[in-house]
């Protein structure tokens, strides 16, 4: 089984189910990737910052190479590092990249953070994480959205990237991207979870015909594994009685009822699970529907609670304050 797909404003049909690769492990990161394709996923969401574009390009690799899939078949995404704002660093690490996954082409590519930081070169430390050359201090740069967002327009120009899109952007710098947009963002991808629904930047983005994608589709659950503390002091969505009871009702895991809320309503999904099980049904999450009253009920769990937030890992940048 594969995911259903939904068209993109650039034309290319992104899967509607993709695999996540933040916090894959780099030793196990390229089998990870390659029993994932077995199972039938297409669409896999990487980024510089998490360090694994190595191992991931050498699972699709092996996987191309046994005839499984052609790259065709694939929908590779990474996204631009904050560290790379400046106009003339973002070609350069994008083919980077590209190199480092073994591919020509990405099929959608993101600007990670609206956060443009001082350059560290690759040699110095890669991935670079928030602080500067120095390890030790953020540093803001003097690259304008506008600045980045033109320079990842001649990605599409040289065929480096198929889409473009951004991440974790509040819907005023979407209005601004969208101002002098020559390309326009395919793609937005924000936190999006019961305890933060952001509904009216996922209706604003889908009526300018910008895809939403949900990372932490399942809420804390990720972010306990950081020692998150708010992460911690909060109810998990997987055993919420609201969650448990639809998905006895349906037959189907509390995790299928998450990712459910959010592709029936129109918004991508990227779960990642080392067990084949859970795998195979993150995948089936659009062969049931929930009911209106269901859905309603799910998104009544909004707390605007937000756990991927600079701050939270000592970044003194309130992007969201």
Same mark, same amino acid.
């Given at each position: 089984?594969?995911?259903?797909?939904? =068209?993109?404003?650039? %034309?290319? #049909?992104?899967?509607?189910?993709?695999?996540?690769?933040?916090? *894959?492990?780099?030793?196990?990161?390229?089998?990870? *990737?390659?029993?994932?394709?077995?199972?039938?996923?297409?669409?896999?969401? %990487?980024?510089?910052?998490?360090?694994?574009?190595?191992?991931?390009? $050498?699972?699709?690799?092996?996987?191309?190479?046994?005839?499984? *899939?052609? +790259?065709?078949d694939l929908f590779i995404v990474s996204k631009l590092w904050n560290s790379f704002?400046?106009?003339?660093?973002?070609?350069?690490?994008?083919?980077? &990249?590209?190199?480092?996954?073994?591919?020509?082409?990405?099929?959608?590519?993101?600007?990670?953070?609206?956060?443009?930081?001082?350059? *560290?070169?690759?040699?110095?430390?890669?991935?670079?994480?928030? !602080?500067?050359?120095?390890?030790?201090?953020? =540093?803001?740069? =003097?690259?304008?959205? #506008? /600045?980045?967002?033109?320079?990842?327009?001649?990605?599409?120009?040289?065929?480096?990237?198929?889409?473009?899109?951004?991440?974790?952007?509040?819907?005023?710098?979407?209005?601004?991207?969208? +101002?002098?947009?020559?390309?326009?963002?395919?793609?937005? #991808?924000?936190?999006?979870?019961?305890?933060?629904?952001?509904?009216?930047?996922?209706?604003?983005?889908?009526?300018?015909?910008?895809?939403?994608?949900?990372?932490?589709?399942?809420?804390? !659950?990720?972010?306990?594994?950081?020692?998150? &503390?708010?992460?911690?002091?909060?109810?998990?969505?997987?055993?919420?009685?609201?969650?448990?009871?639809?998905?006895?009702?349906?037959?189907?895991?509390?995790? !299928?009822?998450?990712?459910?809320?959010?592709? !029936?309503?129109?918004?991508?999904?990227?779960?990642?699970?080392?067990? $084949?099980? +859970?795998? $195979?049904?993150?995948? /089936?999450?659009?062969?049931?529907?929930?009911?209106?009253?269901?859905?309603?009920s799910i998104s009544a769990l909004n707390k605007n609670l937000r756990f991927n937030?600079?701050?939270?890992?000592?970044?003194?940048?309130?992007?969201?304050?």
């Amino acid at each position: 089984m594969t995911s259903p797909t939904v =068209k993109l404003n650039s %034309g290319h #049909q992104m899967p509607l189910v993709g695999f996540g690769l933040w916090k *894959v492990n780099n030793d196990t990161c390229a089998d990870t *990737v390659y029993n994932a394709i077995k199972t039938g996923y297409r669409l896999f969401d %990487g980024a510089c910052d998490y360090g694994n574009e190595k191992e991931a390009g $050498q699972g699709v690799a092996r996987a191309i190479k046994e005839g499984l *899939v052609k +790259r065709s078949d694939l929908f590779i995404v990474s996204k631009l590092w904050n560290s790379f704002h400046d106009h003339d660093r973002v070609g350069p690490i994008a083919k980077k &990249q590209l190199e480092d996954w073994g591919l020509d082409y990405f099929d959608l590519y993101i600007v990670h953070f609206p956060i443009g930081l001082e350059y *560290v070169d690759p040699s110095v430390r890669y991935p670079p994480g928030w !602080q500067a050359a120095d390890g030790k201090t953020v =540093k803001p740069s =003097k690259a304008t959205i #506008q /600045e980045t967002w033109t320079a990842m327009e001649k990605l599409v120009d040289a065929g480096l990237a198929k889409s473009i899109g951004v991440s974790n952007m509040a819907a005023v710098l979407l209005l601004d991207v969208l +101002r002098y947009a020559r390309v326009r963002p395919a793609t937005l #991808q924000i936190e999006h979870h019961p305890y933060l629904t952001q509904e009216s930047l996922v209706n604003f983005a889908q009526s300018e015909g910008i895809a939403v994608t949900a990372y932490s589709s399942f809420g804390p !659950q990720s972010f306990i594994e950081l020692d998150m &503390q708010s992460a911690k002091d909060t109810p998990l969505l997987l055993q919420h009685d609201s969650i448990t009871s639809i998905a006895k009702k349906h037959s189907v895991t509390p995790a !299928q009822v998450l990712l459910r809320w959010a592709t !029936q309503r129109g918004v991508a999904v990227i779960p990642k699970s080392n067990h $084949q099980g +859970r795998l $195979q049904q993150n995948l /089936e999450v659009t062969g049931f529907d929930l009911t209106a009253e269901e859905l309603k009920s799910i998104s009544a769990l909004n707390k605007n609670l937000r756990f991927n937030d600079p701050p939270a890992y000592g970044v003194p940048i309130p992007i969201f304050g």
